[in-house]
């Protein structure tokens, strides 16, 4: 038989995951790190790193992301025309004010994908927000009020006790 199993279009369909980035307290590194994971679909057991099967990300309060240390005022960015004498550099606070936060979430997560064919493909898939309003309310999967992008999953409990007899 050459049937494939699992590969179906249900598998494929693409669902809505929220972020708020204004209240997550983990750092702009951990966060992008999950969002990249999820627009690449390393979460559904059909992944092949040839596909693209990934999840749309809805991130909102981008304006405050929190950084580490220094970085918001020492890390710098770096663009090039290939012409010489052009690399302009730019640190990240200045980053924010004129771009806003959502531009560095963008890089950041940019960086964590892999470099093919399919990263602007993916990154197209985030959407980026400075504040808590955004035009995808009615597409996003939420449970129990929570995002499901940054939620563990808890192992199912098992009972140990022998029933008694």
Known sequence: ??????????????AWHFVD????PRPLGRVATQIALTLMGKHKPIYEPSTDC???VVAV?????????KKRFQKKYYTHT???GSLKS??????????GGGEVLRRAVRGMLPKNKLRD????RL???????????GNIIQQEKKSLIDTPVEPEATSTELPAS
């Open 54 to 56: 990934g999840d749309y």
């Open 82 to 84: 290939t012409r010489p």
């Open 21 to 24: 980035v204004g209240t997550d």
């Open 121 to 124: 493909k993916r990154l197209a």
């Open 1 to 14: 038989m050459s049937q494939t199993l699992g590969k179906t279009r249900l598998a494929y369909s693409r």
């Open 90 to 99: 730019m640190t990240m606070d200045r980053m924010f004010d004129k771009w």
């Open 61 to 69: 309060g981008c304006h405050d992301l929190h950084t580490t240390g």
């Open 127 to 137: 959407k980026a927000f400075e504040g808590p309003d955004h035009p995808y309310e």
